[in-house]
């Protein structure tokens, strides 16, 4: 099972960026994903979820500006960003339960977050929102 996110980078405040995750070797149809992300100093940080029948979740931090989706012809995990702040500043990963009904992946979680929650998680990337 692999995960590679593509489409991070550079934004200025307000602006927006589209995540993707594509994923092979597994069934995605089956399986449940989210979206995670990590500053300097700081844990994992729990943003957004959604499972098989496209049931969407997300932390209070990015609902309402962010939106999750899913391609399931293509595999494919989506994080679109809008109204971007410099807090939002991170390394974001997708990351992806295999049984597709664990309730991580609508971020029910006891504090902290590890990656020990979920079964694979992507190699990461950065979004930096600064002026």
């Known amino acids: 099972v692999e995960l590679v996110e593509s489409g991070g980078g550079l934004v200025q405040p307000g602006g927006s960026l589209r995540l993707s995750c594509l994923a092979s070797?597994?069934?995605?149809?089956?399986?449940?994903m989210s979206w995670a992300r990590q500053t300097p100093g700081k844990g994992l940080e729990w943003v957004s979820g959604?499972?098989?029948?496209?049931?969407?979740f997300y932390s209070d931090s990015v609902k309402g500006r962010f939106t999750i989706s899913r391609d399931d012809v293509k595999t494919t995990v989506y994080l679109q960003m809008n109204s971007l702040k410099p807090e939002d500043t991170a390394v974001y990963y997708c990351a992806i339960d295999l049984s597709g009904v664990d309730e991580v992946v609508a971020g029910i979680v006891t504090p902290p977050l590890t990656k020990d929650e979920f079964d694979v998680w992507g190699q990461g990337i950065q979004v930096t929102v600064s002026s």
């Open positions: 959604i499972y098989s029948d496209h049931s969407t």
């Open positions: 070797g597994l069934n995605f149809r089956r399986s449940a």
